[in-house]
């Protein structure tokens, strides 16, 4: 088992988790509206939508490790360019961060759950991401895959939670510095970008 494999995969999720994207802007937004709890209802709505992208990833793509290790090779490849292609989108995207919170309607917290739920199950662009970023990731030999997209997918989860709840409890501060800091957007940016590209040349290496 390689430990330095699980460690690189923390650390992007990590930065991953931290720049600013739909989800946690979605969680920053609920709490500073009203209040932490219904931000971390979010969270674990979002982040249990997870189980079911790593559920699909695990069985779909160790089904074709058995059968043709090229193919595999390909997908990996799709998955690089996929990764590169999500570097040039935050490239040409504004740095700025809007967190405005006016006219967010109040759901009750078994609500915010569930939305959190089915933003992340039916969104597309997550499952396409758990694709091209996990298979380049596989750290063990001996292990079978299926365990170890298991493994991926609740490191994956338990470092997300960790950071979008810390943005729900941190909400206000969160904010206060975004506005005091005009280019902490920028840095955030720059830093995903890093990561993307990162991710991309160790899967093709």
């Known amino acids: 088992m390689n430990y330095d494999i699980l460690i690189s995969f923390a650390l992007a999720t990590s930065v991953l988790a931290i720049s600013p994207g739909p989800d946690n802007i979605y969680v920053l937004v609920q709490s500073i509206s009203h209040g932490k709890s219904y931000g971390l209802a979010t969270v674990c709505g979002l982040i249990t939508g997870c189980i079911i992208h790593t559920t699909l990833l695990a069985f779909g793509v160790s ?6 290790e090229n193919l595999f ?9 996929y990764l590169l292609y999500l570097a040039y989108k935050v490239f040409k995207s504004d740095a700025s961060l809007n967190f405005n919170s006016e006219h967010v309607p109040k759901k009750s917290l078994k609500q915010l759950f ?46 997300s939670f960790i950071i979008f709840s810390s943005i729900a409890l941190l909400a206000g501060q969160i904010k206060t510095y ?25 899967i093709l290496i």
């Open 63 to 68: 089904a074709i490790i058995a059968a043709n």
């Open 73 to 81: 090779f390909g997908i990996k490849l799709l998955g690089a360019i």
């Open 178 to 202: 975004t506005l005091k800091h005009k280019n902490s957007g920028l840095v955030l940016k720059w830093l995903q970008i890093v990561v993307f590209i990162g991710i991309a040349v160790f």
């Open 114 to 159: 569930v939305q959190g739920f089915f933003m992340n199950v039916l969104n597309p662009k997550v499952t396409i991401f758990f694709l091209a970023f996990f298979p380049g990731f596989l750290f063990s030999e001996t292990m079978s895959t299926v365990w170890q997209f298991y493994i991926l997918g609740g490191l994956f989860m338990l470092v």
